[in-house]
């Protein structure tokens, strides 16, 4: 992928947030290099190596990257590299750095002008992105004290910023995959898109995700979802339906966290996966018939429905861009509404029908890149 | 606002307000007329060549379509001398057979794209929390 350009704006503030963050992880590196942990993984099709300081931060951070290890480190540059450390394990500071005591005060974003550089600043986390070398660096105050979302979902933001680079389309959705094969779950929150995704994935699919995937679309028109964080953030009174997760659900902290975050490769028996092929996009919703039913969607229903919960706004992506990507995305796989019953049991026979009918179909080929 | 064309007609977005819009397939038509400058009136011969409907019905469609979309601010009518009325209305010539016509509809979808996006920069907007 060639880099993107930008003019020169060193000088620029989310710039030297970037060069003091990343002086002293180099600090790290030179004085604690075996407190240093170093995993490779495989996020969206692309090398991604993180280099983090601490033991205990980087357990937490690649708990929900897991599933997205790979074997293989990258024979050149990674695609992204990632380099966090955790000031209370390595009692490494740096200027200007210090929690700040109110955990709920607003984010601080500094930008240099051109986009280049981008540092996002919290109680307790500040996290530099340089999206020309592609290079997310960061200082974590403490990860005993990082918020349930900020462990389910570590680097959210950069991360999708970053996918945005990349032209991969970030979505609101649900992914589940079947053989090589893929069904994107999108809708509003509450339309049940972790029901499906967790009764699939308890029937033999393979889980992607609940919550946040990336789609990519190449030249011949094929969509490959991929999957970015093994973590599912349930609200309580929906886990009970899923008796096998409780043991393994982590409670938030009331009042700001109502959800309990469940990391799915815990969960014996569930298998995941980075990449499917999306074949079909499904719709659910929550019917008032005791069956679950599969109907087609219109392409129209579909966008509509889609893309006002699902697509996101991410900063220097036109808006536009994204919805034009979204369109296509709509027309190049078939649309079905998953009209869901109350039994849970029947939504995976549904789903898995209508996989294999569609793969069956002319209009679907085994994709070359569903690597694991 | 930016559209995208769908197999049974489009949907819009109005980048300003978040919110969208979807049109069937005379609204669609009717909507490229617009994008391509036409007066009402070549508007409504385009719909008559496209669509089985009389000239005086398609005027009328045309006419109360295109105030609903001014009345959203989808459109904004131009001054009489800046529609184009020297060209032939734009799109493929008439087709030998007219499809069925049903009066255009626009349907406005009510949950707007900015209420439910994520914005991770915006610090007024925390992530997800």
């Known amino acids: 992928v ?225 999957s970015l964080y093994g973590s599912s953030h349930l609200d309580p009174a929906h886990l009970t339906r899923f008796p096998h997760l409780v043991p393994h659900a982590i409670p938030g902290a009331p009042p700001r966290e109502d959800k309990s975050l469940v990391y799915v490769g815990d969960v014996s028996g569930l298998s995941m996966a980075s990449a499917a092929r999306v074949c079909a996009i499904l719709l659910p919703r929550v019917a008032r018939a005791s069956g679950t039913s599969v109907v087609p969607a219109s392409k129209i229903e579909t966008l509509v429905r889609v893309a006002p919960t699902s697509l996101l706004m991410i900063p220097f992506a036109t808006i536009a861009e994204s919805f034009r990507r979204l369109s296509r995305l709509v027309e190049a796989v078939p649309t079905y509404w998953l009209d869901l019953g109350t039994d849970l049991q029947e939504i995976p026979i549904r789903v898995a029908d209508l996989v294999t009918r569609v793969t069956q179909e002319g209009s679907w080929d085994q994709s070359p890149d569903t690597r694991k | 606002v930016i559209h995208t064309e769908l197999e049974e007609g489009a949907v819009l977005l109005h980048l300003e307000s978040g919110l969208y819009y979807s049109l069937d397939a005379v609204g669609l038509e009717i909507w490229r007329q617009i994008e391509g400058g036409r007066r009402a009136e070549d508007i409504a011969r385009a719909v008559t060549e496209r669509f089985d409907v009389r000239h005086d019905a398609a005027e009328a469609a045309v006419a109360s379509f295109v105030e609903q979309l001014a009345r959203e601010r989808l459109v904004i009518p131009a001054d009489g001398d800046l529609a184009r009325a020297d060209a032939a209305p734009a799109g493929v010539p008439g087709p030998v057979e007219r499809k069925p016509f049903a009066p255009p509809a626009l349907i406005k979808h009510d949950e707007p794209l900015h209420q439910v996006a994520l914005h991770p920069f915006d610090p007024q907007l925390p992530l997800a929390e």
């Open chain 1, 2 to 226: 060639s880099p993107l350009s930008f003019r020169s704006d060193a000088a620029a503030e989310g710039a030297r947030a970037y060069g003091r963050l990343d002086e002293a992880f180099r600090c790290a590196l030179r004085d604690l290099p075996d407190r240093v942990s170093v995993f490779d993984y495989r996020l969206a099709g692309r090398a991604v190596r993180a280099r983090i300081a601490g033991p205990a931060l980087a357990r937490r951070f690649d708990r929900p990257f897991a599933h997205l290890r790979d074997a293989h480190a990258p024979a050149s540059a990674p695609d992204l590299q990632i380099d966090l450390w955790d000031e209370a394990e390595t009692g490494l500071l740096c200027q200007g750095l210090g929690t700040w005591p109110d955990a709920t005060r607003p984010a601080v974003i500094e930008k240099s002008p051109n986009g280049r550089w981008i540092s996002r600043r919290k109680a307790h986390t500040w996290i530099a992105f340089d999206r020309h070398s592609r290079r997310i660096v960061g200082w974590i105050g403490d990860s005993a004290r990082l918020s349930q979302y900020e462990t389910g979902r570590p680097l959210h933001a950069q991360l999708l910023l970053w996918l945005q680079d990349l032209g991969i389309l970030a979505l609101h959705a649900g992914l589940v995959g079947r053989g090589e094969a893929g069904v994107l779950l999108a809708g509003p929150g509450g339309s049940g898109k972790s029901t499906v995704a967790l009764t699939c994935a308890q029937a033999g699919f393979r889980y992607l995700a609940d919550d946040y995937v990336g789609v990519d679309r190449d030249a011949d028109g094929r969509c490959t979802g991929y």
